[in-house]
């Protein structure tokens, strides 16, 4: 009773510890109080009164928590938290019955006993399972449930039960407790309890009932656990038979779609794998920081750990991990994702962090017995075994308990926010994607846009055309996710994602955006995968433009292959852009798309219509002629991913520019295209390739290993008088080792292996008659260029070094030395090149540049002054036309400025357009780099773009608010129809992050727009926020004003 005690009190202090006071990380959690509440008002158990079932699965969570709601009226976030101790609990004493009953044969019981406590202890405070107990979600309550189920008189140390005499009988009340609740009948109820909260785990009740069958060949022993598994089943089923004609609830086809609408076309090997690695992922982040390969080492361990447990004298544990095994299994094939912060598949990180401690404590006594250490002690090994993980993992805790108060406070911003909001708007009908605190807190009915209450939703969410459910429903008040930017279909976007941008049938006004600043959103969003950084509100026109064209969903197989012999595209990213090519073909667009390592001849064309090649070097459009700005758009877009090296990214955005180009002349062009990641440099490491590639095989070559040991211990294998030996053939490999590592150095002539010890021994090995322009196909000079050793390099250009000599692949020592940003070094090489009266301006690398162009997209000031100096040309454009002056636009503002100025001085023209038809004050403008833009647009430009954007257009469509200000401040004209200078549209919206960045720039709170200022456009809007921070700004001098350089 001791060790169950401690279990308790460590448990509710852990509990209490990690807790981040009222409110939950999910809007899920907040969906189950909005059915609960309906449930306990109306009656109905659904989010809507006359809705039975929608958005709900869980009636038994739903039902629990509508009895706080309809009787005790406590506080609803510490009720669930309430009702998930008590199931946390209730599993730390099951599974310490389950570790306690398991002791292995020869271990001592109350040592055993201790270690059961340890282990038990750690899983259930391990960090994943405390977020599992304060996400106010029914996930702790499904492994207390699965727990009781699989644990109550089905162990097989429970013998068959056998029909006792009439004399043996005993009293009527324990005739009448062995008949209507005997072990079987126990368990039966617990799996139909466990249906009631999940329907997912109907199964666990027909597991249950072919066991107990199969233990005691008794069908009324069956029939003990079938009847009241059957009955929890009948009464889920039947409920929404009844009240929906549908047996099982309509959340599925909206949670695939938000899962998998990215990966369209990849198969179910890829997707299973996808779910192995986000569960290593998930696993060696927020239970231990570790990396994938130690984890997968980790989860081998574990399995063997899991393994001995079922081998132990209670092996009836074995089918708690069968249950986990089959439950995580049916996700894999049915839905493969660990779900919000890991909550669809719980029991997988609890019985992680059980067995892995006890697998390492098996592991070590396996060691101890080969190594002939038989003495050594259970609880020596157990310390060894728990310890470094308990190091590893305490951590973890406190940064998830950091990142789950930041999720909270995210959900109560912007979701609850937004609801807030909602509240006070005139009488119309609300939709939300994102559906329970904007509810819970409006009080209102909010449609549901997520396919969680209606299948023909996931419907339309499929086939791109919700605006008709929209309109036909009259919504005129909208709740939507937004990524931080909203210029490519990105997957945090939901206007995009529901075809609701760029859709002539209609028009979202913002009314108010509700954010969390970027540094307190990304911790959160990590931890838990809890919602976008926004929720903006809009009010909904429809101007009676054609809809979406109404075509049929194409097969998730189908693909048009995409060229590729250089296999430059990831192939994952490439698989689901072909499927993004059958989507169009199926939309009567057949498009072409080919991956090159180098340029196509001038001739190239495609066998359709419209083809277009791409790679490092750019792109190519053959045919295509739906509008003359695709060229540009497609650099403009997607040379975003190219100049970030992400060859994956590109292709994928590549239909999607195709399908916006057409629209121009077709509107009702909307082909449900899978969504996009943000440019990721070097591309995107898909941790299922990882799986695919080692995780797998990793993991099986460790749990051999394990397994291997486990045998050779068994059948008696002893090493102790072998060591002295294993050491010294250990030394004497080492010694042999090391001999040859040094006879591969000897050779004492090679200039190029010299360089890195130093200029000592690239004289010692010019005297020896090595050659200073090196030999074998090793150049001297680039190995000390890279090495950055200016003495080194002044060596070898003094004995003869050609300080232009190139690689294979045209680099040089100048370029080498740029990139690496070494000034001193550059000084060296750019002393002997102006001597021997060579130029500076070669270009080299994938982007085609000079060493100016790479000294300035490595911001490094002194560099560009040194090659200024040496007469490097200030207008040499790279592959992509840009300049040095584009280029610095991706610079910290700063040494951007800086660069800029040394640029002008030296005759940089600003006027100059890259392929996107941007001029360095576009570029500065998309990027928001205020104080290049400030520097560059006291000379203003007036260049248009091929679309006819000037930069202050390029910056309110990419929502650069301070680009913007500057240039509104510079002069520039705000002539885009329905344009609002950004300081108006953050007081309308009540921006307050916005706004406190315009003002931190020196915004000019006394501009008029439309007559008003930006303080009387948030008093009219009652921005309380806003109005607070623009009457304080309003008595703030400008920033020039008050002593800061205007140009910078």
């Not at 992680?352 to 070590?364: R, S």
């Not at 005139?426 to 396919?451: Q, Y």
């Not at 023909?456 to 709740?479: D, P």
Request: aromatic residues 8%; glycine residues 10%.
């Amino acid at each position: 009773m001791r060790e169950r005690a401690v279990l308790v009190a460590v448990q509710c202090v852990a509990i209490a510890w990690f807790s981040p006071g009222a409110g939950f990380p999910l809007d899920d959690a907040w969906i189950h109080q909005v059915v609960a509440r309906t449930f306990a008002e109306t009656g109905t158990l659904g989010f809507a009164p006359d809705q039975h079932g929608a958005a709900a699965t869980s009636y038994l969570w739903a039902a629990l928590l509508a009895i706080n709601l309809k009787v005790f009226h406590v506080e609803p976030t510490r009720w669930a938290l309430a009702l998930n101790v008590a199931a946390a609990i209730a599993t730390g004493q099951l599974l310490f019955g389950l570790v306690d009953r398991a002791r292995p044969e020869h271990a001592e019981e109350r040592t055993w006993r201790a270690v059961a406590a340890v282990t038990t202890l750690f899983a259930c405070v391990s960090p994943n399972v405390l977020w599992f107990t304060t996400s106010g979600m029914e996930a702790m309550p499904f492994v207390a449930l699965s727990l009781y189920s699989t644990t109550s008189g089905l162990r097989p140390d429970t013998p068959p039960q056998t029909r006792p005499s009439r004399g043996a009988r005993g009293s009527l009340r324990d005739r009448l407790r062995g008949r209507f609740w005997g072990p079987g009948v126990a368990a039966g109820f617990g799996a139909g309890v466990l249906a009631l909260l999940r329907p997912e785990a109907v199964p666990l009740g027909g597991l249950l009932v072919f066991v107990s069958f199969w233990r005691t060949r008794d069908v009324r022993a069956a029939a003990r656990v079938a009847v009241p598994w059957l009955a929890g089943v009948a009464l889920y089923v039947g409920s929404n038979l009844a009240k929906t004609g549908h047996a099982l609830p309509s959340t599925l086809a909206g949670r695939r779609w938000l899962w998998f609408e990215s990966t369209a076309g990849l198969g179910r090997v890829d997707r299973v794998l996808d779910f192995l690695d986000a569960w290593n992922t998930r696993l060696g982040s927020y239970t231990f920081e570790v990396g994938g390969a130690v984890l997968w080492v980790f989860v081998a361990i574990a399995a063997y750990g899991a393994v001995r447990l079922a081998r132990g004298k209670a092996a009836g544990i074995g089918l708690v991990f069968v249950w986990a095994l089959f439950h995580a299994a049916f996700y894999a094939l049915m839905l493969p994702t660990p779900g919000h912060g890991g909550r669809y598949q719980p029991l997988t990180p609890l019985l992680f962090a059980l067995c892995l401690p006890l697998g390492a404590t098996f592991l070590l006594g396996e060691l101890a017995r080969i190594a002939g250490l038989e003495d050594a002690k259970l609880g020596a090994r157990a310390a060894l075994g728990v310890l470094p993980f308990v190091v590893l993992a305490a951590p973890v805790a406190g940064s998830l308990r950091k990142a789950n108060a930041l999720a909270v406070q995210h959900i109560e911003t912007t979701e609850k926010g937004a609801g807030f909001y909602v509240k006070t708007l005139p009488p119309g009908n609300v939709a939300a994607f994102d559906i329970g605190a904007s509810t819970w807190t409006s009080g209102r009915r909010v449609l549901d846009l997520g396919g969680l209450s209606d299948p023909k939703i996931a419907a339309l969410l499929e086939q791109g055309r919700v605006s008709t459910w929209l309109e036909e429903n009259e919504v005129e008040w909208l709740v939507l996710p937004e990524a931080y930017e909203n210029v490519l279909p990105d997957f945090g976007d939901y206007a995009w994602r529901l075809h609701l941008r760029e859709n002539a049938a209609i028009r979202l006004e913002p009314m108010r955006v509700f954010e969390t600043p970027f540094e307190r959103w990304l911790p959160a969003i990590k931890a838990t995968w809890n919602a976008a950084p926004k929720q903006v509100v809009f009010r909904v026109h429809y101007p009676k433009g054609p809809p979406p064209a109404e075509v049929a969903v194409v097969a998730p197989a189908a693909r048009r292959p995409i060229e590729d012999p250089a296999a430059i595209v990831p192939r994952r990213d490439r698989i689901v852009a072909e499927h993004m090519l059958a989507v169009l073909d199926a939309w009567s667009f057949p498009l072409e798309i080919h991956a090159l390592p180098k340029p196509p001849p001038p001739s190239f064309e495609g066998r359709t219509s419209c083809a277009i090649a791409f790679g490092g070097w750019g792109f190519a459009v053959a045919g295509c002629r739906i509008h003359a700005s695709l060229k540009t758009t497609l650099f403009e877009q997607a040379g975003r991913y190219l100049d970030a090296g992400d060859m994956g990214g590109a292709v994928r955005a590549i239909p999607h520019l195709v399908a916006s180009v057409r629209r121009l002349a077709d509107p009702t062009f909307h082909p449900p295209l899978a969504p996009l990641d943000p440019p990721t440099p070097g591309g995107a490491e898909y941790p299922a390739s990882k799986a695919g590639r080692y995780g797998l095989a990793l993991f099986a070559l460790a749990l051999v290993v394990a397994t291997g040991i486990d045998l050779a211990a068994r059948r008696g294998l002893r090493v102790r008088r072998s060591a002295a030996s294993v050491a010294s053939v250990a030394s004497v490999s080492s010694a042999a080792a090391l001999l040859f590592a040094l006879g591969g150095c000897a050779r004492d002539d090679d200039v190029a292996r010299a360089v890195v010890h130093g200029r000592g021994a690239v004289e010692q090995a010019l005297a020896n008659g090595g050659s200073p322009n090196g030999s074998g196909g090793r150049v001297p000079i680039l190995a000390a260029a890279h090495a950055g050793d200016a003495h080194v390099l002044a060596l070898l250009i003094e004995k003869g070094a050609d300080p232009a000599v190139k690689d294979a692949n045209g680099v040089d020592a100048l370029i080498i030395t740029t990139r690496d940003g070494n000034p001193t070094a550059a000084a060296v090489v750019l002393g002997a090149l102006r001597a021997r009266g060579k130029g500076v301006d070669d270009k080299a690398g994938p982007r085609v540049r000079t060493a100016l162009q790479d000294a300035c997209a490595g911001g490094n000031v002194e560099l560009v002054r040194l090659l200024l100096d040496a007469n490097a040309s200030p207008n040499e454009k790279d592959w992509f036309g840009q300049t040095p002056l584009h280029i610095i636009a991706g610079v910290e503002g700063l040494r951007a400025a800086i660069i800029a100025q040394l640029l002008l001085q030296h005759d940089a023209d600003a006027s100059l357009t890259d392929a996107r038809g941007f001029t360095p004050l576009h570029a500065a403008a998309m990027t928001d780099n205020f104080m290049l833009a400030r520097v560059l647009a006291r000379e203003p430009v007036r260049v248009r773009t091929p679309a006819g954007e000037t930069a202050l257009d390029v910056a309110l469509r990419y929502r650069k608010d301070r680009a913007a200000e500057v240039l509104l401040q510079a002069g520039s004209p705000l002539d885009s129809e329905g344009a609002w200078p950004p300081l108006h549209e953050a007081a309308r919206m009540d921006a307050e992050e916005r706004i406190a960045a315009l003002l931190a720039i020196g915004a000019d709170t006394r501009r008029r727009f439309a007559q008003k200022t930006a303080l009387d456009i948030a008093k009219e809007h009652g921005s309380k926020r806003a109005i607070t921070l623009l009457e304080a700004g309003a008595h703030t001098p400008p920033r020039a004003a008050r002593g800061l350089p205007r140009d910078l």
